[in-house]
């Protein structure tokens, strides 16, 4: 197992980089994949200061090219420059520790040939993104300017992104901005609210309902204003909201609701769902795209006795 002594002060991702002779990206990957420690102790922060003196720790890293799939997409709209794909629920975005295999990034590989070139290895042309058992609506640059674009206008959060979640609990409010920052975690994939970066989350009830057997529900409508990981799932849960199946940050993870249900007993997955994407094209002229509700989650608005207007209808 290769091992570095440190020589001067710098981010950890640098240094294994040029230790290595190798991509920051894939060095960032390593690290979130828990491979590398200093002096001893696994680390996870990309962007984490070693110091003269210190010893840094991997295993050999073996070259990785990205392996095409024919995986079937659900294109929403798409021109020269780019495409939203109606991504299922099951679905990983691009592979990670344990997802090799079927990802959107590997379909867009045969879907969009060329498109390996567009964006970062492992990531090609995906600008945002979408957690597993999340389903609906992600953006998908299909040149390199067109990545350059789309990723500025996230980062200065000009793109619109509304989500459909099913909570446990009848909100207080009708209508609030959750503004708490965000931060990872040590060693596990998993957020919490504390020090970390801003983040805020708008919601607006559409209604309220039933589940019997399980909980009392609510429907709501949520604005991102900000992007960080896993942001609605633990603002929600935070403020007593949890989302439906969420089996890190919900009723999920403590095994069941005040009715005695579990939440796996109704739906297989979280009910979040990215309905909603509204952005502006280079050219001046705006997109407003809409991603129905799939049968799943419509099925278990049915169990509550809640009506859904979908806008594509």
């Known amino acids: 197992m290769p091992k570095f002594e440190v020589t001067e002060t710098e981010r950890i991702d640098k240094f294994l980089a040029h230790a290595l002779d190798m991509s920051r990206v ?11 420690s200093v002096n001893g102790k696994v680390i996870v922060e990309t962007d984490l200061k070693v110091k003269p003196g210190e010893i840094v720790e991997l295993p050999e890293l073996k ?16 021109n020269q420059d780019l495409a939203v794909i109606d991504k299922p629920a099951g679905m990983v975005v691009h592979p990670g520790a344990g997802n090799n295999e079927d990802t959107l990034a590997q379909a867009l590989l045969t879907k969009y040939p060329g498109i390996e070139n567009v964006g970062e290895p492992h990531r090609p042309g995906i600008v945002h993104r979408l957690d597993e058992d999340t389903s609906g609506l992600i953006l998908i640059a299909k040149t390199e300017e067109a990545y350059e674009y789309f990723k500025k206008m996230f980062l200065e959060r000009k793109v619109d992104k509304e989500y459909l979640a099913l ?19 040590p060693l596990k994939q998993k957020m919490r609210i504390g020090l970390g970066k801003p983040a805020q989350t708008e919601y607006y009830v559409l209604s ?22 896993h942001q609605i799932r633990l603002h929600l ?20 609701s005040a009715a005695g249900g579990k939440d796996s007993d109704f739906l297989s997955r979280q009910f979040l769902h990215a309905y909603k994407l509204k952005f502006q094209l280079a050219d001046g002229s705006w997109m407003e795209l809409f991603s129905s509700l799939p049968d799943d989650l419509k099925d278990l608005l049915k169990k509550a006795s809640i009506t859904y207007d979908d806008p594509n209808i």
């Open 63 to 78: 070259s990785e090219e990205l392996q095409a799939s024919t995986l079937e997409l659900k294109v929403i709209f798409e």
């Open 208 to 229: 309220e309902g039933e589940i019997p057997g399980l909980d009392q529900v609510a429907l709501l409508r949520v604005k991102l204003h900000t992007g960080r990981t």
């Open 167 to 185: 909570v446990h609990g009848h909100p207080a409010q009708t209508h609030d901005l959750i503004d708490l920052p965000i931060q990872r975690v």
């Open 26 to 36: 894939k060095v960032q990957k390593a690290i979130r994949d828990h491979q590398v």
């Open 237 to 256: 849960s935070h403020i007593g909201l949890p989302i439906i199946g969420d089996t890190l940050y919900g009723k999920s993870a403590k095994g069941g």
